[in-house]
Every structure is written in structure tokens, then in C-alpha cells.
């Protein structure tokens, strides 16, 4: 399984950036999709998720401000991010939870990930 990020860049403060991320392979099924962040010296946190349903957690210091949205249909997942903040420059993961089976028949559950795509967030 791979997972492709890609939306990250650089923007003012106030402004808005989406990022998404795509899953390819030979994936039975995509539970949980994630985003993550995490910045120098720092751990990764949990930004964002959405089950398979399309029910959706943030963080408390993204509420309001990001939205998480998914397309099963093509085993991708979005984040929109408006009214950046300086604090939200990061770099970004991607992460999702898979069902994939071996030649032989055997089911494999992975968190598979992405590579982080960097935001940068100028005040």
C-alpha cells in the first residue's frame, strides 16, 4: 500500500490550503483515515480523522477551523485547512488503516503512511 500526500506549501496567515492524500494498492479496505503533524523537536499529533462512514474527530486546536472529508470511491482523503495559523506550520502525514491479503489468502490489518508534506504558515 502507498499513500501520496500532496497540497502542502507555503501561505500567509489567515489563508487556506488543502491538502490530500491518495491510496493505491491492492487494499481490500480502508478503515480509519488520519492526519498527523509534527514539528521539529516535537511529537507527531493527531490532527484529524474520519472513520469509513465519514465520521470525523479534530483536534480541539483545529476545531473550527479544519475539516476532514474523505472519497472512498477513490481511497482519498482531504484536509481543509482555513484561517492558518503561524503554530500550524508542520509537516503532514497522512496515515490509514488497511485490509490488504497475502497471496495465500491471509488477511494483513496495517497503519500504512504517507510522506509528510511540509506547511509553512508566515505571519
Known amino acids: 500500500v502507498q499513500l501520496q500526500a500532496s497540497g502542502g506549501g507555503l501561505v500567509q496567515a489567515g489563508g487556506s490550503l488543502r491538502l490530500s492524500c491518495s491510496a493505491s494498492?491492492?487494499?481490500?479496505?480502508?478503515?480509519?483515515m488520519e492526519w498527523y503533524r509534527q514539528t521539529l523537536g516535537k511529537q507527531r499529533e493527531l490532527v484529524a480523522s474520519?472513520?469509513?462512514?465519514?465520521?470525523?474527530n479534530l483536534a480541539d486546536s483545529v476545531k473550527g477551523r479544519f475539516t476532514i472529508s474523505r472519497d472512498n470511491a477513490k481511497n482519498t482523503v482531504y484536509l481543509q485547512m482555513n484561517s492558518l495559523k503561524s503554530e500550524d506550520t508542520a509537516v503532514y502525514f497522512c496515515?490509514?488503516?488497511?485490509?490488504?491479503?497475502?497471496?495465500?489468502?491471509?488477511?494483513?490489518?496495517?497503519?500504512?503512511w504517507g510522506r509528510g508534506t511540509l506547511v509553512t504558515v508566515s505571519s
Open positions: 496515515a490509514a488503516q488497511t485490509l490488504t491479503y497475502t497471496d495465500d489468502g491471509a488477511p494483513v490489518a496495517a497503519r500504512d
Open positions: 494498492g491492492n487494499i481490500f479496505r480502508i478503515d480509519d
Open positions: 474520519i472513520t469509513s462512514s465519514g465520521v470525523a
